[in-house]
């Protein structure tokens, strides 16, 4: 399987804040870079696809990029809504695997 | 808009089959462009993919489970299920069935709200 490690596993920060999250993969996997945003007792919810496209609905304050093996994703101008937990995906290969989360808190 | 829901039962006895059914209401489990599929989450912990069907049959499997996973659709209801045999505690989790879009990264992009299953005699 390939691992999927994402840094850091938590931070604080404030709103308005840049922030950013970075996924790195066990080998490349070219563009197939998923993210998605997980509230307390809730679903996770798409927010980025194929790297860098933004799901449907999804506020343009987040960004992703990257490619082979290290791929990020942006928050520019961290909303109070935002504080969640944030997971990436892989789907280069079954079985699709996820990072173990990032949870950005209130600072 | 489409709506994924989960039932089954909440507790289940060591060495049971777990059966959990996910209902589709706002769109087809038998027209192409999608797999339906499961997703657990351990407590506390991240997201595991288990599997997903497509409409002609086809499953895939996460090889850690496939020898104690089946994944089946009921079209006449719009629903699919999960049957996962010889339950432990290390399979109590929140149990998730989502929709993932055929096609490049594959995104699960609708999600049902999830199931608690506690494995414990």
């Known amino acids: 399987d390939i691992q999927v490690t994402q840094s850091p596993s938590s931070l604080s920060a404030s709103a308005g804040d840049r922030v950013t999250i970075t996924c790195r993969t066990s080998q490349s996997i070219s563009d197939f870079l998923n993210w998605y945003l997980q509230k307390p007792g809730k679903a996770p919810q798409l927010l980025i696809y194929?790297?860098?496209s933004l799901q449907d609905g999804v506020p343009s304050r987040f960004s992703g990029s990257g490619s082979g093996t290290h791929f990020t994703l942006t928050i520019s101008g961290l909303q109070p809504e935002d504080f969640a937990t944030y997971y990436c995906?892989?789907?280069?290969?079954?079985?699709?695997?996820f990072g173990q989360g990032t949870m950005v808190e209130i600072k | 808009q489409v709506h994924l829901q989960e039932s089954g039962p909440g507790l289940v006895t060591p060495s049971q089959t777990l059966s959990l059914t996910c209902a589709v209401s706002g769109g087809s489990i038998k027209t192409g462009g999608f797999y339906w599929g499961w997703i657990r989450q351990h407590p506390g912990k991240g997201l595991e993919w288990i599997g997903y069907?497509?409409?002609?049959?086809?499953?895939f499997y996460n090889p850690s489970l496939k020898s104690r996973v089946n994944i089946s659709p009921d079209t006449s209801k719009s629903q699919f299920s999960l049957r996962l045999s010889s339950m432990t505690a290390a399979d109590t989790a929140v149990y998730f069935c989502a929709r993932a879009r055929v096609g490049h990264s594959s995104p699960f992009d609708y999600w049902g709200q999830g199931t608690l299953v506690t494995v414990s005699p």
């Open positions: 069907i497509y409409y002609n049959g086809e499953s």
């Open positions: 995906q892989q789907t280069f290969t079954t079985p699709p695997t």
């Open positions: 194929a790297t860098s």
